[in-house]
């Protein structure tokens, strides 16, 4: 077995007698490590990429934490701003290599106001912006892209734009994808690329396997209602059930199946979550709940064995191979 298999590690974060820990597991030696504490569970981490360091978000505070040591002490470095309302997300941007938050802000119904028969948003410095026409639900909201100086000692707004939140299809903070290009990668877009949009729910599902997962969820269930994910051919498969919402998402029951649906099936002890994101790294899988990360399972794809179920750990993403 390649030396590389052994190398995926996991972070989380656990809260207990009032602290909150970053911890990293490791497929390694599978042992879960305390790495650092901080203040509360962040809401965001950012995974630098050309040094071994995280930045996380904890409120609006940023904490820097470099692995050179361990215990890794965790450093302030910097706090956000409160007036453009509630930080979304944090990265290091290729273009100008300074870190960068998301803010988005609910447009008041007073900030509102119809000009040459468009709607505009009306800023406190005065300015105005136009609203978004398209879609047609959602509540309005600003979102602004901060960046923090070169100097470290103030963040600039150097964008905003209307958009909709609060509502399925809505663009929420997509609209400034644009100006979102990480030199490293983000807990949020690590989450994102666990769920279906990544393309593994398809609903290819063989006869004896709608009925396998019929038989552990003790309901009736079709091949429309279900998604067989065959991560690769020496390793078991990721049988699951999918509902549509806005878009299709993973959920209960999820089997980590063999080649044929009479082989033992491991059904995994999930918790009380709808939906479910599904990441592989190195042969593993991590099961967790679809946006918080929270509740992560991690499954050897190789043998079907349970590694890891942390029942109480939260914003669960593997880190990145450089860590």
């Known amino acids: 077995m390649p030396a590389a298999i052994f190398s995926a590690k996991l972070s989380y974060f ?4 009032g602290k909150t820990q970053w911890m990293l ?4 030696n599978d042992r879960a490590e305390p790495v650092a504490e901080l ?10 990429k050309d040094a071994n360091v995280a930045d996380m978000l904890v409120g609006d505070d940023v904490y820097r934490i470099a ?19 509630a930080i979304r997300a944090l990265w290091r941007d290729k273009s100008t290599g300074q870190l960068r938050a998301i803010a988005m802000q609910r447009v008041a119904k007073a900030q509102i106001a119809t000009e040459g028969g468009k709607q505009v948003y009306r800023l406190k410095d005065g300015a105005k912006v136009a609203a978004l026409a398209d879609p047609t639900w959602g509540a309005p909201y600003l979102c602004s892209v901060l960046e923090l100086t070169s100097d470290g000692g103030a963040w600039k707004r150097i964008a905003v734009r209307a958009t909709k939140d609060e509502a399925g299809e809505t663009p929420g903070d997509s609209v400034a994808d644009d100006l979102r290009q990480e030199a490293g990668v983000s807990s949020e877009r690590l ?12 609903n290819d599902v063989p006869a004896a396997f709608v009925a396998l997962a019929a038989r552990k969820a003790k309901r009736k269930l079709t091949d429309d ?3 067989l994910w065959r991560v690769g051919d020496s390793l078991h498969s990721v049988l699951f059930a999918t509902v549509a919402g806005d878009q299709l998402h993973a959920a209960a029951p999820i089997l980590v199946v063999g080649a044929e649906a009479s082989a033992p ?31 992560p399972i991690v499954v050897d794809l190789h043998s079907a064995r349970l590694l890891l179920d942390v029942a109480k750990g ?7 191979a450089r860590f």
């Open 265 to 295: 099936a491991l059904d995994l002890p999930l918790g009380r979550a709808g939906q479910y994101g599904l990441g592989v790294e190195e042969g593993r899988l991590l099961v967790a709940e679809e946006r918080s990360g929270a509740h």
């Open 39 to 48: 203040p509360s569970v962040p809401s965001s981490v950012f995974f630098e």
């Open 14 to 17: 656990l809260q207990s007698d």
């Open 314 to 320: 939260e914003l669960a993403t593997w880190v990145p």
């Open 225 to 227: 209602d279900l998604s």
């Open 191 to 202: 989450l994102e690329s666990y769920t279906c949009k990544s393309g593994h729910c398809r």
């Open 67 to 85: 692995l050179s040591s361990r215990p890794a002490p965790a450093e302030k470095v910097t706090s956000l701003p409160s007036e453009f309302g």
């Open 25 to 28: 597991w490791s497929s390694g």
